[in-house]
């Protein structure tokens, strides 16, 4: 079976989508789940005139991950996944437009959409109680909803978000990163990547100067990308917060469309992290880093070229490497 296939167990709602029917509040539902993943991220951000409350954002997000899931055959079902009550969800679908919850259904278990728990149980204590003989199959698991994690991030990733991304880390006069605990790695290998294609990159904080530092010392139209997942830091949120009010441009890269740091972002990387591992998954992370470093790259043609050329030509003259 591929993914462009319905699920065996699942009707085919594509022969029955709801049609754009404005709401009595005058919001057309949205008939995809890219206009529906668009939709959850404008209200975060406040741009959007349809205004849902915090619990109703973070249900809507974690709807949306869940996508082509069995739990989305019955609002009781998805009521349970969610821990919510299902007149949440239901008045949910209502406040999005559509005239009752069968017509959100449609969007989020429409054919081409993956499951994306199918195998997501337990997570720690699945780790921390698994049978000593089975190593190798804990091990192929994990494995196996980190490849699930990468291509969901793939399906929901737009050439406009590569695009904005690149374009915005490529042309700002200077890049910092920030990120605690495990995604102060991630920002330290991006900022080393990026690093390779530009100059000015670094991270925002270092051991001689501190965030308040950091951000004083950048200026309108730089660029901070500032990375977390639930359960998110409260200082990079803080940090992003401050960053966008002081003019800088703000990418996040977090996991939900409800994340605390979407409201504070002009571009947003969404990217899922569930799995069997007895911490937040980075592997997903780091591919999605990947990708965005090689856009740029990519966008920077021959300036890129260039400046690994520089690069190799130091490496050389300091013989750094072992041969």
């Given at each position: 079976?591929t993914?462009?296939?319905?699920?065996p167990?699942?009707p085919?709602?594509?022969?029955?989508?709801?049609?754009a029917e404005?709401?009595?509040?005058?919001?057309?539902?949205p008939?995809?789940?890219?206009s529906l993943?668009e939709?959850?991220?404008?209200?975060?951000?406040?741009?959007?005139?349809?205004?849902?409350?915090p619990?109703a954002?973070?249900?809507?997000?974690?709807?949306?991950?869940?996508?082509?899931?069995?739990?989305?055959?019955?609002i009781?079902t998805a009521?349970?996944r969610l821990?919510?009550?299902?007149s949440?969800i239901s008045?949910?679908?209502?406040?999005?437009?559509?005239?009752?919850f069968?017509g959100?259904?449609a969007?989020?278990?429409s054919?081409?959409?993956?499951?994306?728990?199918s195998?997501?149980?337990?997570?720690a204590t699945?780790?921390?109680?698994a049978?000593?003989?089975?190593?190798?199959?804990?091990?192929?698991q994990l494995?196996?909803?980190?490849q699930?994690?990468?291509e969901?991030?793939?399906?929901n990733l737009?050439?406009?978000?590569?695009?904005?991304?690149a374009?915005?880390?490529?042309?700002?006069?200077r890049?910092r990163?920030?990120g605690?605990?495990q995604?102060h790695?991630?920002c330290?290998?991006?900022?080393?990547?990026?690093?390779?294609?530009?100059?000015?990159?670094a991270l925002?904080?270092?051991?001689?100067?501190?965030?308040?530092e950091?951000?004083?010392?950048?200026?309108?139209?730089?660029?901070?990308?500032?990375?977390?997942?639930?359960?998110?830091?409260?200082?990079?949120?803080?940090?992003?917060?401050?960053?966008?009010?002081s003019?800088?441009?703000?990418?996040?890269i977090t996991?939900y469309?409800?994340?605390a740091?979407v409201?504070?972002a002009?571009?947003?990387?969404?990217?899922?992290?569930e799995?069997?591992?007895i911490s937040?998954?980075?592997?997903?992370?780091f591919?999605?880093?990947?990708?965005?470093i090689?856009?740029?790259a990519?966008?920077?043609g021959?300036?890129?070229?260039d400046e690994l050329?520089r690069r190799?030509?130091?490496?050389?003259?300091?013989d750094?490497e072992i041969?």
């Amino acid at each position: 079976m591929t993914d462009l296939e319905p699920h065996p167990h699942m009707p085919d709602y594509s022969r029955s989508m709801p049609t754009a029917e404005p709401s009595s509040e005058g919001h057309s539902p949205p008939q995809d789940i890219d206009s529906l993943r668009e939709l959850a991220l404008s209200i975060a951000r406040g741009e959007s005139s349809l205004r849902l409350g915090p619990k109703a954002q973070e249900t809507l997000a974690r709807l949306i991950d869940l996508q082509g899931d069995q739990a989305l055959l019955s609002i009781s079902t998805a009521a349970r996944r969610l821990q919510v009550n299902p007149s949440t969800i239901s008045r949910l679908a209502r406040s999005l437009g559509y005239e009752k919850f069968s017509g959100l259904q449609a969007v989020l278990l429409s054919p081409g959409l993956s499951s994306s728990h199918s195998f997501y149980r337990n997570h720690a204590t699945q780790a921390l109680q698994a049978d000593r003989s089975c190593l190798h199959s804990q091990a192929r698991q994990l494995c196996e909803e980190n490849q699930h994690n990468i291509e969901r991030f793939l399906t929901n990733l737009t050439h406009e978000d590569i695009t904005a991304f690149a374009t915005a880390v490529m042309h700002a006069p200077r890049v910092r990163l920030y990120g605690v605990r495990q995604f102060h790695a991630l920002c330290s290998f991006s900022a080393y990547g990026i690093g390779m294609l530009r100059s000015d990159v670094a991270l925002l904080s270092d051991a001689n100067t501190g965030i308040a530092e950091g951000l004083a010392a950048m200026s309108p139209g730089d660029v901070l990308i500032a990375a977390s997942c639930k359960p998110y830091t409260r200082q990079v949120v803080d940090v992003c917060r401050l960053a966008q009010q002081s003019g800088m441009q703000t990418l996040a890269i977090t996991d939900y469309a409800s994340s605390a740091l979407v409201k504070h972002a002009d571009l947003s990387i969404l990217i899922p992290h569930e799995s069997s591992f007895i911490s937040n998954s980075m592997v997903a992370y780091f591919a999605a880093m990947e990708c965005l470093i090689n856009a740029c790259a990519t966008l920077a043609g021959e300036a890129a070229v260039d400046e690994l050329t520089r690069r190799d030509q130091f490496i050389t003259a300091l013989d750094v490497e072992i041969r």
